[in-house]
């Protein structure tokens, strides 16, 4: 189950750095304009929102993998806790899909952290 778990932390760590990416270098590129489902003109004026927001996606992946590497459950608990409640929040007031993108996989993760004590 640990390793489960550690798969699942690595994968949501992987897909924040991916989130990032998006956010900081893709806002405005064709590739963030068709995630994001905004036109080029949105993306402009919101530029600066979603570089801040690509950051502190990177905070929780550095996070998560500061868990993973130190082998510290606490750490990763906090940190996959702290995505669910972001996915939670997004998909309740940005967009539904963030449940199941970024929700759904925290919670799978916190179940097999929680699991592992």
């Known amino acids: ?3 489960l778990a550690d798969i699942l932390v690595a994968l949501i760590a992987v897909l924040h750095v991916w989130i990032l990416v998006l956010e900081m270098f893709l806002w405005t590129k064709p590739l ?6 905004q036109s080029r003109e949105a993306a402009e004026a919101s530029r600066v929102l979603a570089a801040n927001q690509g950051l502190y996606n990177g905070f929780l992946a550095a996070g998560l993998a500061w868990g993973l590497i130190s082998g510290d459950g ?20 940005a967009k539904r899909s963030i449940l199941y993108v970024q929700g759904l996989p925290a919670l799978l993760a916190l179940l097999a952290l929680l699991a592992v004590r």
């Not at 963030?32 to 489902?37: A, D, N, V």
Request: with cysteine; charged share 15%.
């Open 1 to 3: 189950m640990k390793l």
């Open 32 to 37: 963030g304009l068709k995630t994001f489902r």
């Open 74 to 93: 606490a750490i990763k608990l906090f940190f996959v806790a702290c995505v669910l409640v972001a996915g939670v929040y997004g998909g309740l007031t």
